[in-house]
């Protein structure tokens, strides 16, 4: 059983046919739409090698809906004339009837009727010849007897302005016998139904085959922001490290716990307008831990914990300003000043992860706000080595085990050191992180023993790759 | 953090030996430097203006160096070489000293009048001193280099360089109504008045950015000799005529500012660097400042200071077992003479005048360690035991964004900052009524404020992916800010979910699932008891009249959710329906 009974014909015309056939020409012949016997032609050609179909573009002549009245009724001009009787008609009259307006000037230019103004009662039109050809009609009746080549080249032009004729392109396919031809195709199923198992007629019907080269329909589902899975991923590796997640959710900080308590000088660089967001409202902080803060002026202005401090005048209104933390070593500073407090001193882990601003155009490179990433272990004589060691087991999961170090320089940490990976694609060393020791005259004057090192380090969220998919 | 331009022959032959780029570059790492760029004039100038412009420059091997920002003796070529050498035992550190003129001491006096503009000022002379064009150019190039990181971009401190034999002491520096100035600045062939100038450089590229230091105030300083001779209007430029050229022999040099310590650290750093070419090596002559007190210093104050460190104390901090004399070789190798003394253990240190970065015994470890090498030291790990704990806030953020993934709601990452306009006008609120954090210097209007609610983010992310097929679910789990007498800093946080769905149907149904999907999460039943959760109908400026409920939780307010107002729809440049959710998440933890 074929696929319908277009489908049935076709391919027994085929059987039949010298070399092939045309889509249009049959379609014509059975009196049934072009489409039904393309569709015809499509469901054979899914089935395999049966036919073969070539698709071919053909130009033709149609007539517009007014072109198909006009074949059949006769020209405006045409109308116009016949209805003019001997005796002759008022202009009025003549215009009122349904061709009069397109027809009249026509007819007058054809020289097929006239005008006498000088009537009793108004203009009147009478014939001029007793008859004449109506070429318009003739012409138009021949296209839609499919004979529009016998048209000259400037008679179709001069329908087409009229808007009497239109060029239509016609696809049609020019079908022939394929390699596996047989007028004796079974439709195939698509796919397995409830039916089929129910009833076991699965067992005799052919079923199309599959293409594994299409790509399969997604998943409906959401999805989390790659970033932050890679957030996801440097929480694990902390947690698994032992490391306690530290509050940074307070955005706003003031420049105290932001720059002074980390001893970075007043007129540093970073405190900067150009650098730094700070508040107009509110502009500056309410409340700021007064013993300390004197402490830390002490030891910005004159010194003191071992220091020589930086010898120059520390101003409170300053430390008040707010602004927009520009690291969440703001947060570790208020975590290490928690910690301080707690006596007697134990020691601790910390991590974040968490949004800090700097005040940058926007542009491929930078942003104004990004993720700082950021360990903290405070014990008893912590050492650079301890540093370096506790390095290379967070690179080590990450899958950085290549390292380096080099000597550098923070405001608030001494010694200080630049971590390096080997990048294997780029064939060089990148820097990966920054960390050091705190320095003595940030940790002294929060409280900390004096034995107790704390070592930090940072690095940016939006400088990390991806993670691969984890495997359960 | 200071890039030195140097050239890399000039480099090799001071150093003595010729590297090959990863040696040098590898060399540099070791010391804590970064061989930046290995470049030209040529290439420098073909990259920023073309190849046509380039065309004549000179194709000697520029490298460019990073230096550290706290190590002013690294800024110019001689200090980078000194360093080097030393580090490399192949010179000793030299000893900077202060010497007393033969003849009468050049003195420069301050008077009252610079007390409100730029109250300090010191002073030395470089005597019999030889350049080339090569050091000139280094010796200007410092300055430059001084003034645009510790002197801050001259706001701290100005330094002027003047040939002495030009002028005649002894100085006085003073300030000035600017009508009253006038003199013939550097590089310019007749005189202005200080008005003038300062009109005229406007329009200067290099010197527009000092102007605002001095502009609006009343006077203006000024330097002038024993002759009425204008040395200099700190900190804009100096004056012609005691410009110093190549056959300049005798070198007066003045640093004003208004930080003291500052202005000492910058004098100390030219004229221990330069003093190099002075006939006598390593001297500097002394010049006395008389303060509007009548009090008198001498300048350079080339001070060197004494630490003491012990040796274990290194070890310790670094984690590493040496002796105390080979840390004390290594310090010295740091250009800090160092020697055993006392039990063996003690340690004492020369700090020099070049190494005001010293100010603490961890500057002196870190020292060691440098010299020691980094890599060398042995990694350990720590014995610090803990328990780790998540903060709790994020640990039920973690929780949540997973099952809003798993709802079918994809998560968005937006930014914390944004216009006034997002979250008043567009959302139908004035900004007053927000309690917003207003940022006081934004470069654009972007970072006006900082978001107090998700939704507009999210709004702007559907606006940028309309092409996407429809239906669009997003959710933000994340911090919202709004100002908080309560809080120290005045303003805090508030963690926020969001969710948004946009269709061509609002799909209210849709995001009030979503809710009860949420509430069943956090065990939140649904009913107004005690514990429960109900929404009530509501209203808002940014929800379509009618279509609007609050969310109560727990006994309080933690939210709306509703069909988004038209208006709101069409400020966010979108078309279609859309409906949103809106809680804080802090009451479930």
């Known amino acids: ?42 469901s054979l050609q899914a089935l395999g090698e049966i036919i073969e179909a070539e698709l071919r573009s053909t130009k033709r002549w149609e007539l517009t809906a007014e072109g198909e009245e006009i074949a059949r009724e006769g020209s405006h001009e045409a109308r116009v004339f016949r209805s003019v009787p ?44 007793d008859s004449m050809e109506d070429d318009v009609q003739r012409r138009l009746q021949l296209v839609r007897g499919g004979q529009a080549e016998k048209l000259a080249e400037k008679e179709r032009s001069e329908l087409r302005k009229r808007k009497l004729l239109t060029e239509v392109t016609l696809k049609t396919y020019w079908v022939s016998k394929g390699s596996a031809f047989s007028t004796s195709v079974s439709k195939q199923e698509a796919e397995l139904s409830p039916e089929m198992i129910s009833s076991g007629s699965w067992r005799d019907r052919p079923f199309k085959p599959y293409n594994f080269s299409a790509h399969g329909v997604l998943p409906d589902s959401g999805h989390l922001h790659p970033l932050l899975k890679v957030r996801t991923q440097f929480r694990q590796i902390f947690l698994e490290m032992g490391f306690t997640e530290m509050p940074t959710d307070n955005f706003i900080e003031s420049s105290f716990w932001n720059f002074d308590a980390l001893f970075q000088p007043q007129q540093h660089p970073a405190r900067d307008q150009h650098d730094t967001f700070f508040l107009q409202d509110p502009a500056e902080a309410l409340q700021l831990p007064m013993d300390y803060v004197h402490r830390v002026k002490r030891t910005h202005s004159q010194g003191g914990y071992g220091s020589q ?35 007697p001193f134990t020691p601790i882990k910390y991590f974040s992860i968490d949004r800090v601003f700097r005040n940058e155009t926007l542009d491929a490179t930078h942003l104004a706000e990004f993720h700082q990433i950021e360990g903290v272990v405070a014990d008893h004589g912590l050492t650079l080595g301890h540093l370096m060691g506790v390095l290379r087991e967070f690179f080590t999961k990450l899958g950085i085990t290549q390292l380096r170090f080099k000597p550098a320089y923070n405001p608030y940490t001494e010694p200080s050191m630049e971590v390096f990976s080997y990048h294997q694609g780029l064939k060089k060393w990148v820097e990966v992180g920054n960390s050091g020791l705190f320095r003595p005259e940030m940790l002294l004057p929060m409280g900390l023993p004096e034995n107790v090192s704390v070592i930090a380090w940072g690095l940016s969220l939006e400088r990390q790759r991806e993670p691969p998919v984890p495997r359960p | 953090m200071p890039t030195v331009s140097v050239k890399r022959d000039l480099l090799f032959k001071a150093l003595g030996r010729t590297y090959t780029d990863e040696e040098f570059d590898e060399l540099c790492f070791e010391f804590g430097l970064e061989l930046d760029e290995i470049t030209s004039e040529k290439e420098i100038i073909s990259k920023e203006q073309g190849d046509k412009k380039a065309e004549g420059a000179s194709d000697v091997v520029l490298y460019k160096i990073d230096v550290p920002a706290n190590r002013y003796d690294l800024l110019c070529l001689e200090g980078l070489v000194r360093g080097l050498q030393v580090f490399k035992e192949r010179i000793k550190a030299p000893l900077y000293k202060r010497v007393m003129p033969n003849g009468e001491i050049q003195k420069l006096i301050i008077t009252e009048e610079t007390a409100k503009i730029r109250p300090y000022a010191v002073a030395a ?3 019999n001193i030889k350049f080339t064009k090569d050091r000139y150019d280094s010796f200007i190039e410092l300055q430059e280099k001084l003034h645009q990181n510790i002197c801050r971009k001259r706001a701290l401190v100005a330094i002027g360089a003047h040939d002495l034999d030009s002028l005649s002491g002894p100085f006085t520096f003073t300030a000035k109504r600017p009508s009253d100035i006038k003199f013939k600045p550097l590089s310019k062939t007749k005189e202005y008045t200080a008005c003038e100038l300062m009109n005229i450089y406007k329009t200067d590229n290099h010197l527009k950015h000092y102007l605002h230091i001095i502009e609006n105030k009343p006077l203006y300083p000024v330097i002038y000799d024993s002759n009425g001779v204008i040395l200099s209007m700190p900190p804009i430029i100096n004056g012609n005529h005691s410009k110093i050229t190549l056959n300049t022999r005798n070198v007066f040099i003045e640093c004003t500012g208004t930080d003291f310590t500052k202005a000492k650290i910058v004098l100390d750093i030219i004229v221990t660097m330069f003093s190099e070419y002075c006939e006598n090596q390593f001297t500097v002559e002394a010049a006395e400042v008389v303060f509007p007190n009548g009090k008198s210093y001498t300048f350079p104050e080339l001070a060197y200071r004494k630490e003491m460190v012990r040796a274990d104390l290194i070890n310790k901090k670094v984690g590493i077992r040496e002796t105390p004399e080979n840390l004390a070789k290594l310090l010295t ?8 003394i006392g039990d063996g253990n003690q340690i004492e240190i020369e700090i020099p005048p070049t190494r005001a970065d010293i100010i603490h015994a961890c500057d002196i ?22 328990i780790a704990n998540q903060f709790p806030l994020n640990k039920l953020t973690e929780l949540l964004r997973h099952d809003m993934a798993a709802a079918g709601f994809t998560e968005a990452l937006t930014f914390a900052l944004c216009s006034q306009e997002d979250i008043a006008d567009k959302l ?36 940028a992916n309309r092409k996407m097929p429809l239906p669009l679910k997003l959710f933000e789990i994340s911090d919202i800010v709004v100002k908080d007498s309560s809080r120290d800093v005045g303003a805090r946080n508030y963690r926020h979910l969001c969710a948004v769905y946009y269709n061509k149907n609002p799909g209210f149904e849709i995001i009030h699932g979503l809710l009860d999907r949420i509430m069943q999460l956090l065990d939140v039943p649904p009913g107004e008891k005690k514990g429960g959760y109900v929404i009530k109908a509501s209203e808002g400026p940014a929800f379509f009249p009618g279509r609007c409920a609050e969310v109560f939780a727990r006994g309080q307010s933690i939210g709306k959710l509703g069909v988004l107002h038209p208006d709101v729809i069409t400020k966010f440049e979108l078309t279609m329906p859309c409906s949103s959710l809106e809680i804080n998440i802090e009451p479930f933890l």
């Open chain 1, 309 to 343: 401090g930086y010898k120059y005048t520390w101003k409170l209104d300053e430390a008040r300003k707010n602004l927009l933390r520009t690291h969440t070593t703001a947060a570790s500073a208020r975590a290490l000043y928690r910690l301080a407090r707690k006596k």
């Open chain 2, 365 to 386: 470890v870190e020292d060691a360690a440098i010299a020691y090498g980094y890599n060398n030291i042995q990694m350990t790990l720590p014995k610090t035991y803990t």
């Open chain 2, 333 to 340: 190798r740091m250009c800090l003479k160092s020697e055993v």
């Open chain 1, 1 to 42: 059983m074929a696929d319908g009974p277009v489908a049935d014909v076709l391919l027994r015309r085929l059987e039949a046919a010298d070399g092939g056939l045309d889509s249009a020409e049959l379609a014509a012949e059975l009196g049934v739409e072009h489409q039904a016997v393309v569709g015809a032609v499509k």
């Open chain 1, 86 to 129: 001997p005796e002759g008609l008022a202009q009025s009259e003549l215009m009122r009837l349904p061709s009069g307006k397109v027809g009249f000037s026509k007819a007058m230019s054809n020289k097929w009727i006239r005008v006498d103004k000088s009537a009793a009662d108004g203009p009147r039109v009478f014939r001029v010849v």
């Open chain 2, 125 to 127: 002379v470089l005597r």
């Open chain 2, 428 to 463: 139908g609120v004035d900004i007053s009524a927000t309690k917003a954090v207003h940022i006081s210097n934004p470069k654009t209007a972007e970072f006006q404020v900082a978001r107090t609610t998700l939704l507009p983010g999210l709004l702007k992310t559907i606006a």
